[in-house]
C-alpha cells in the first residue's frame, strides 16, 4: 500500500521563477494539505484541499496557490520564487474526517 | 495565534538512558500529535492526544496530555539508536496544524 508519493524529491530554481509540486495522497484518502518547513524550524500550514475546493489556508501571500484533482491528487505552485522560499514542501493526506494526517517525504527546493 | 514551544532544543543521550521531551502550548489543545522526522524526511505519525489526562503508550514511548490540554510530554524509555531523529509536536484538528520547532534526539551507542 502506497502511502504519500511527492515528486519531484530536490529542485533548484532561480529567483522570479515558478515551481510545481506534485503530490498523490494514501490511497483511500480524499482531502490533501500542504506545509513549508525552513530548516530547523516546524512545518507551517500553507493550505488543505477537499472536493477539488481550497477549503483551508494559512499565512502566505497569493503567490502560493494550489489545485486539486478528480482522483485527488494535488499539485503546489509558487509563482515569483524569492530566496526566502527555499525549504522542505510536506504534502500531507488524510481521509474526510479523520484527524492522522499522513506525510510524504517532501519536496526540497533550493532557490538561488 | 496559537504557538507551540518545545522542550529541550536538542538532547544527546546514552544508549540505554530514558528521556523526556516537552511540548507547551499557549492556548488548549484539541488534538495533540507527536510525530518524528529524520534529517530531511516526511514526518512519521507516533500517537495523537485528545482528552485531557490521556496517557498513550507504544513500544517504548509514552505520550501524556495534562488536565488542561495545554501540556504535554513524551517519555521514551531504554533509548536506542533506531530513536534518534527529530520529535516535532504539533496542535489543531481537521488537518491544519500547528507544530513546534522540535527536539532533535540523538543516541551514543
Known amino acids: 500500500d502506497a502511502g504519500v508519493t511527492q515528486s519531484p524529491t530536490h529542485l533548484i530554481k532561480t529567483r522570479g521563477q515558478q515551481v510545481t509540486l506534485r503530490c498523490s495522497p494514501k490511497s483511500g484518502h480524499d482531502t490533501v494539505s500542504w506545509y513549508q518547513q525552513a530548516l530547523g524550524q516546524g512545518p507551517q500550514f500553507i493550505f488543505q484541499?477537499?472536493?477539488?475546493?481550497?477549503?483551508q489556508r494559512g499565512n502566505f501571500p497569493d503567490r502560493f496557490s494550489g489545485h486539486q484533482f478528480p482522483n485527488y491528487s494535488s499539485e503546489l505552485n509558487v509563482n515569483a520564487l524569492l530566496l526566502g522560499d527555499s525549504a522542505l514542501y510536506l504534502c500531507a493526506s488524510q481521509s474526510s474526517g479523520a484527524n492522522v494526517l499522513t506525510f510524504g517525504a517532501g519536496s526540497r527546493l533550493t532557490v538561488l | 495565534s496559537q504557538e507551540l514551544e518545545q522542550s529541550p532544543q536538542s538532547l544527546i543521550v546514552q544508549e540505554g538512558k530514558n528521556l523526556t521531551i516537552n511540548c507547551t502550548s499557549s492556548k488548549t489543545l484539541y488534538g495533540l500529535y507527536w510525530y518524528k522526522q529524520k534529517y530531511g524526511e516526511g514526518l512519521i505519525f507516533l500517537m495523537m492526544l485528545q482528552k485531557g489526562g490521556e496517557e498513550k503508550s507504544h513500544e517504548k514511548i509514552t505520550a501524556k496530555l495534562d488536565e488542561k490540554k495545554q501540556q504535554s510530554s513524551l517519555h521514551i524509555t531504554a533509548s536506542q539508536p533506531s530513536h534518534a531523529g527529530i520529535y516535532l509536536c504539533?496542535?489543531?484538528?481537521?488537518?491544519?496544524?500547528?507544530f513546534g520547532k522540535g527536539t532533535k534526539l540523538s543516541v551514543k551507542p
Open positions: 504539533g496542535g489543531g484538528s481537521q488537518g491544519n496544524l500547528i
Open positions: 484541499y477537499y472536493e477539488e475546493e481550497e477549503r
